[in-house]
């Protein structure tokens, strides 16, 4: 790692979340090993954690020693750990963004007091609203506004997610169907992903999305997309993700739950909102849209019957 250490540190956490994603992307002027920079994303995507927990306790939730996060403060600029941290204390400090998180981890610390089948589906309801709650708190306003942009007027938008984010893919692709035009699965012919890639054109719009444990093939996608001249949207869980450098817009889910897999709730829940910002953007395009799919579905049903 490089001895020098950054001139100004940040002092936001909008300002780290920023540094974050410049260093995933070569860009900070600077760099940090993979193992520290995937710290250092964990860290600014859950600052209610790291402003409470102790050196230690951090140290043991990343498998690394506490020295590492001291090094990485001073790798930031800072003078230790103690004034890293400071950063996240403030940003938490009297905010509401962080109501719904501290509320989840009081109820989650209480037995629930109905029966046992009701327990696993409250806790899982908890644990999906403080998901949700964390993706909120790191939305970016012009990331938003880039991302309803593109989707809205691209010629074309391609959709691709493996094993559960399949499902994810699918339905962003049906419900973005439904307000315009030329939306699909990135396969969808089955042709091979290759295949259709090559088929694209600069200015085509690429949506990944995966989480850890990540696939790499669809990282792969996205930084192909990229340079073949698509824009690339992706959604997935940490500014340490490889899907990230490719990407134009990139947005955060977390996903932390008791489920075995890993949680989709709160990656629905963004979808649909961001479905939403797209379809007030395109306005009367969108409802057109809607109408003739309404009108069709009205005739098929009057020939079936």
Do not use: W
């Not at 859950?46 to 230690?56: D, F, K, L, Y």
């Not at 049906?174 to 699965?185: I, K, P, Q, T």
């Amino acid at each position: 790692m490089p001895e020098e250490a950054v001139a100004e540190p940040p002092r936001t956490i909008e300002d780290l979340r920023a540094l974050a994603l410049s260093v995933g992307r070569d860009e900070a002027g600077f760099s940090l090993g993979s193992k520290a920079h995937d710290v250092f994303a964990k860290l600014v995507e859950a600052p209610e954690q790291s402003a409470v927990r102790t050196i230690s306790e951090l140290a043991d939730q990343f498998g690394i020693n506490p020295s590492t996060l001291t090094r990485l403060a001073k790798r930031l600029g800072f003078e230790g750990f103690s004034d890293f941290q400071a950063v996240f204390r403030k940003a938490i400090a009297n905010d509401q963004q962080y109501f719904y998180s501290r509320q989840a981890g009081r109820l989650m610390a209480t037995p629930s007091a109905g029966g046992a089948e009701i327990e696993v589906f409250e806790q899982l309801a908890r644990e999906t609203a403080a998901n949700v709650d964390g993706f909120l708190g790191q939305l970016d306003s012009a990331s938003l506004k880039g991302a309803t942009a593109l989707l809205a007027s691209a010629r074309r938008v391609r959709v691709h997610g493996v094993r559960q984010f399949h499902s994810l893919a699918s339905f962003l692709t049906y419900c973005l169907g439904m307000v315009r035009s030329d939306v699909a699965l990135l396969d969808a012919p089955r042709l091979g992903v290759a295949e259709a890639l090559s088929q694209l054109e600069p200015g085509d719009v690429v949506i990944i999305a995966s989480c850890a444990p990540y696939t790499r093939s669809v990282a792969e996608v996205g930084r192909v997309a990229a340079a073949n001249g698509q824009s690339v949207i992706a959604i997935t869980d940490s500014r340490s993700s490889p899907l990230v450098p490719p990407a134009e817009h990139a947005f955060f889910i977390p996903h932390a739950s008791s489920f075995y897999s890993n949680s989709m709730g709160a990656y629905v829940v963004f979808c649909e909102a961001l479905l939403n910002l797209v379809a007030r953007e395109l306005g009367d395009k969108a409802l057109n849209s809607l109408a003739g799919r309404e009108r069709l579905i009205a005739e098929m049903n009057i020939e079936i019957g």
